[in-house]
């Protein structure tokens, strides 16, 4: 009975490991999949950050800070081509710049629309690792539990104690919980 625990034991932890080696494993697998994925949604949420910064450089400008056009226009040279005069704008001139950031924006937003049903499967299965990875291990814990809860048990029996009623199960499982949670 010893012997059948210390194996059973081994491999537990055996298993615990595999199933941390593998669920790696699958995660390198998701993420060499998706790194496109994730580097484009990365890339989209950055230019519309960057683009909204342009649209307070607009209120800057508009507030009398004219070296805000300038900065504005160094972040985005294209919008130099919706604009007559780069030293003299019109107002005229600060809407096209205006129209042109939300056409980006909208665009921007188009993109990542598109892109989000496969950024939404990559996370779905994420989960479904770590839910089955959760699901293994918690199986595993439990095999440990019985099998300590079983040798203890048997262990009494051996001691001479044939009484079920003071062979405490319950309680020699809730021991060896304890004695099992680094797994």
């Given amino acids: 009975v010893n012997e059948i625990a210390r194996t059973t034991a081994e491999i537990i932890y055996d ?3 595999a199933v941390d080696e593998t669920a ?5 697998a998701l993420l060499e999949n998706n790194k496109m994925l ?3 949604i990365r890339t989209m949420r950055d230019y519309q950050l960057h683009t909204v910064m342009s649209i307070e450089y607009i209120a800057r400008y508009r507030r009398g800070e004219k070296a805000a056009l ?3 226009l160094a972040m985005q040279p294209s919008l130099k081509e919706v604009i007559s005069s780069t030293t003299r704008p019109t107002a005229k001139d600060m809407r096209a710049i205006e ?3 939300l056409y980006l924006l909208k665009n921007m937003h188009d993109i990542r629309a598109q892109m989000m049903p496969d950024l939404e499967l990559y996370w779905k299965q994420q989960r479904e690792l770590d ?3 959760k699901m293994y291990k918690a199986a595993l814990r439990k095999a440990n539990v019985t099998m300590i809860a ?4 048997h262990q009494r029996l051996a001691a001479g104690i044939t009484d079920p009623a003071k062979i405490d199960v319950l309680g020699l ?3 060896a919980a304890g004695a099992a949670s680094p797994l």
């Fill in 15 to 17: 298993a615990n490991i």
């Fill in 24 to 28: 790696d494993a699958i995660r390198e």
């Fill in 38 to 40: 994730l580097k484009g």
């Fill in 70 to 72: 300038d900065t504005l």
């Fill in 99 to 101: 129209d042109r950031l």
């Fill in 131 to 133: 839910e089955l990875t």
């Fill in 150 to 153: 079983w040798s203890r048990a």
């Fill in 173 to 175: 499982a809730r021991k």
